[in-house]
C-alpha cells in the first residue's frame, strides 16, 4: 500500500550486510522491507533494530558500493511471500525471486537488486468457483479451485482476515490470470477484493485452521532404517544431525524423491550450489511415487546457497515453511526439508554480532533455542474448517561445528524435535549408509503412532522393531566385549547374537542409496522383509563351532543382502526368499 | 580528481581508521606513508563519517599523518591472456622480473556468485593415476576439494602432481603464506612439467604482510572465472588456506567482533564458502575446478578450519603419514562418474575393498592386543599388506582400470567369491579366471 506518507531515511553507516539508516521522516515498523537506493541498483532491506531515530537493516545482498547518505525508502510491508497457482515446480531464492527468470543469455552471474514477479502473472487457470454468494467464510477456506500440475489448488479466503465474511461475489467457471478479481467479501461493511494471490509475511505462521491434530500416521519415506526403526509421522518433526560428509544431504534427497507426500519443499539454505543443481536436473527426469507424474511437479524448491547473500539465507527456511503452511490450508500433505539449519543459525548469529548483541553459548544470540522451537512448532497436522486434514512434516539437517552434538543448534533442535536421526562419522567412514547410529537414534512417534502402525503393518510391528534394537544393543555390547576379549572369550550363543545383530545392521538398516532398486523400499516390501529377517534373528540356531557359525551367517546374510537387490515380487525375489528360509531351516530353525 | 586525506584518527593492527566524506562500502584506497612507501586498503566499515580501512601491506611503520586517497571503486584484477606464464604477488603486483600488464580488463575481485540454475551437473572424471584417488575418491571436473593434512606432509607435492597429471586448459596457483623454497618448488615443477605457459602464479610468501593473503584466493578465483566464461576448464589450486583462515582472524580480532570458535569470527563458514563456490561448470562454458590445501592445527580435523571447510567443500583427501587415508577421504561428486563414465564395476571394487580394508584393520588392531589369530585373521592381514602396497603407497602411479583389475587380482588372491558382498552379477563378469 503506497501511501504520501511513506517513510524516507539516509544511511549513516554501513558494516557487512547491516546498514545503519537515520530515518527523516515518518514512522519504522520492524521487520519491514526498506529499499537502499544506489547510483545503478535499488538493493533490499529489512529492518531489524529501531533505535530512536536510527534503525538498523540487513540487506539482503552484496553492500559494496552503499555509501553514507545514500537515500532510503520504507515500504512499511514485512518481509512477505506471494501466494497462489504457480508456485510448484519453481525454482526460488531465499526470497521468492525466480532464479529462471533471473537467468539471461549472456550473464552467468546472480547481478544484485533484480527482483521479479515470483509467480507468472500472465498463466491462465482453470478457475471453478466452491463457494457461492451469500456463504460466510473465515480466513484460509476455501472460495474456489484450480488444477495446479498434479494437485486441485484452492483458492483461500484472505489468510489475514479477522472473523468472518460474506461472498458477494464470485466468479464463474472459467480461465483467469492470478490477477483477476475472482471473488469479492465483506468483512465487517468494507468491501475485500480477492484474486487467486495473496501476500503472507514469512515470519509469521498461518494458522487459518480450526485445530492442531495429534499426529498419528506414518510417513512413508522408503528407507528402511527410517520407517522401521526410527519413523517419522505425517505432521511431525525431526532433525538430521551429523558431521560433514556423513550424508545428511543425500538422505534428505532420497527422502525428497521417495516420500510418500502431495508436495515437496527442499530449502537449500546454505549450503552447495551444486547439490540443488543435481535436483533441478534429476527431479525433471523422476517420476513421483504416488500421481506418477514428474517429481518437479510436485516440488518447489528455494535455494539461498552459501555464497548467496547471508541475509536471505535467513529469510530462506521461512519462506519455505511459509509455502508449505499454504499448501496445507488446501487439505495436503506437504513435507519441508531444510538443509541445513545450522547455516540459518549462523546467519542469525553473524546479525547479531554485527548488532553487538550480548552473545551466548559460540556466541549465537540469546534468542536461537526460540528461535529453532518457533520454527518447529510450524509443522503440524492440523483440521481446517471444513474438517479435512492437512500437515506439514518438518525435516532440518544439523550441521555440528566439529560434528559434536553437545553443540547450541543441535541441542536446541533436539528440544523440540519428535524423531531424532543422529548420524556418525564412525558409521559413515565404514561406509554404513544411511549413517544413521541406530544406538543413538530415537523416535517418539513409534509409540505415539504405535496403535495405527500395528493396525496396518503389523499385529506385532511394535514389539518386533523394539525386539529388533534391542538385539542391536546387545550386539554392541558384545562386540566391545570382543575387543577386550576377543573371539575365544565369548560363549557361541554371545557369538550369534552379535552375527545375528551384524546381519540386522548390514542387510536391513543399510540401503545402498545408488542403487537403481535398493534406494527404495515400499512399505509393503519393508513389512515381508522385516518379518523374513525377524524369523531368523528369532531362530535360536546353534552350532558345535564358531567357524561354523560364522560360515552359516555369511550364507544367510549374503541372501538377506542378494535380495535387496532383486526387485519387489520378481522371480529372483522370491527365489532368495525360499533360499532364506531353506537355510533357517537347515540351521536347526522350524518354519511357521 | 580525488580527494586526499591526511589524518588517520586510529591505527588498530592493520587497520587504519579515519573521517571522510562520500566513501563507499569495500572502495579501495591507496595510502603513501610519510617515508614514501605506498600500499593499496580496502574500506571494511563505514560509521556516520568514520572510515575504517584495512590495509594490505599492513600498518606496521605507518604514520597518522599517512596520505590517504580513495579511488571510487573496489579490488580488481587485470585480466588477459597476458597473464599465461607470469607469477605475481598477493598484492597483484609482478614478481617475476616482467613488466606489469598493460591494456588489460580488469575485473572485480569477489564477485557474485552464478546463478545455480546456470550450472551444470559435473560429469567429467579427472584420471589422476593414484589408485586412491582414481578408484576411491575420485576427482571431478568443477569440483572443489580441499586436501586434509599437517605441516611436514607432501601435499604440495600431491597437489603439483595432480595440476600436471589434470590436463586443465589453465591452471592457477594461489600461494597463501608459503614458504619461498615451496615457491620454488611449484615453479621449478611447472616448468619441467611444461605447464608454466599455462600457468598463472599469485603468490604471497610467509614473508609478506598478512593482509595480503586475504586478497589471493580471490584474485585467483577472480581470474580463473573469467579463462572460465571463456571457455577454458581451469584449474586452481590454493595452498594453504589456513593461512588464508588465520588472516581473517586477525581481521576481526582488530574490529574487536565477538568470535565464534576459537578466535575465528562467526562469518568464517560464509567467508570460506563465497571462495570455495566458485568452483563451477558453466553451462555453455568452461569450468573451474578448485584444490586446496588445509593444514589442520595440531592435526585435529575438528579444529574451526578444517571442520567448517569439510561442511564447504565436496569431500577432501587425508593425506597422513604420507599416505591418503581412505577413511575419512571423500570425493562427494564420485557418483557422477563411477560406473558413468568409469567402468561398470568399478563402484563394486570400491565397496568393496573399503569395507574389506576396514575389516583388515580390525583384525590388525586384535591380534595387536594379543588375540589369538583366526584363519579369517590370516586372510585379512595378508589383504591389508598388498592393499597398502599396490594402491595405497604414493609411489603407484596407474591408470584407473588397470588399478581396478589389480583389485580383483587382490580380492582373489586373499578371499572366496562369496566373502566379498558384490552383487553376483559383477562377481561373475569379473572375478578372475581360475582364482
Ligand atoms: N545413503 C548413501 N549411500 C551411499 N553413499 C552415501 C550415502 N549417503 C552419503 N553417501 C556418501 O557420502 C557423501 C557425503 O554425503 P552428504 O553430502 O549427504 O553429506 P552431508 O552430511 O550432507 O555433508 P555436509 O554437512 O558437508 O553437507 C556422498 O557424496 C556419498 O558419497
Ligand atoms: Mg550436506
Redo the contacts between chains.
Sequence with gaps: MIDSSLTTGHVVGINGNMMAVEVDTGSVVQNEVAFVKLPDAKLKAEVIKVIGKKCFLQVFEDTTGISVGMPVEFTGNMLAVELGPGLLGQIYDGLQNPLLLLENKQDFFLQRGQYKDPIDRAKKWDWKPLAAVGDRVRAGQWLGEVPEKFITHRVLAPLGMHGSAVVKKILPEGQYPITEKVAELEVNGKTVVVSMSQEWPVKKAIKAYKERIYPEELLITRQRIIDTMFPISRGGTSCIPGPFGAGKTVLQHLISKFSSVDMVIVVACGERAGEVVELIHEFPEMKDPKTGGSLMDRTIIICNTSSMPVAAREASVYTGITLGEYYRQMGLDVLVLADSTSRWAQAMREMSGRLEEIPGEEAFPAYLESRIAGLYERAGLVQLHNDKHGAVTLIGTVSPAGGNFEEPVTQATLKVVGAFLGLSRKRSDERKFPAIDPLDSYSLYIDQMGESLNKNLDREWTKMVHEAEDLLRRGAEIGKMMTVVGEEGISIDDLVAYLKSEMLDFTYLQQNAFDDIDCAATIERQVADFKLLYKALKTPFSFETKPEARKFFIELQDNFYQKNYAAESSPEYAKFVSKIEEIIVSGGGRLV | MFKEYTKITNIIGDIIELSA???????LAAITNHNGDTSLAQV??????KVSLQVFAGAKGMSNRAAVRFLGH?MRVPYSEDLLGRIFSGSGKPIDGKPEIANAAETDIG????????????RNFIETRIPMIDIFNPLVE?QKLPIFSTPGEPFNELLARIALQAKADIVILGGIGLKFDEYIGFRRKFEEGGIMDRTVMFVHTAADPVVERLLVPDMALAVAEQFG?AGKRVLVLLTDMTAFADALKEISVAME?????LGY???L??DL??RY??A?D??G?GSITVLAVTTMPGGDV???VP?NT???T???YYLVNGVINP??S?S??K?LVIGKVTRDDH?AVM?AM??LY?KALESK??IS?G??K???DEKYLRYAELFEERFMSLRVDIPLNDALDLGWKTMAECFDR??I?V??EVVDARWPKGA
Design positions: 566524506e562520500g566513501v563507499t562500502y569495500r572502495e571494511i566499515r563505514i560509521d556516520g563519517s573496489p564477485g557474485p556468485s552464478v546463478n545455480p540454475v546456470k550450472r551444470v551437473v559435473p568443477s566464461i567482533q565477538v568470535p565464534s570458535n569470527p562467526g562469518s563458514y560464509s564458502a563465497s563456490e566458485k563451477v558453466f553451462e562454458a575438528t579444529h574451526p571442520d569439510g561442511y564447504i565436496e569431500g577432501q577413511f575419512g571423500l562427494r561428486l557418483q563402484g565397496n573399503i569395507r576396514a588392531k586384535k592386543m588375540f589369538e583366526t584363519e579369517t562369496s566373502e558382498g552383487k553376483k
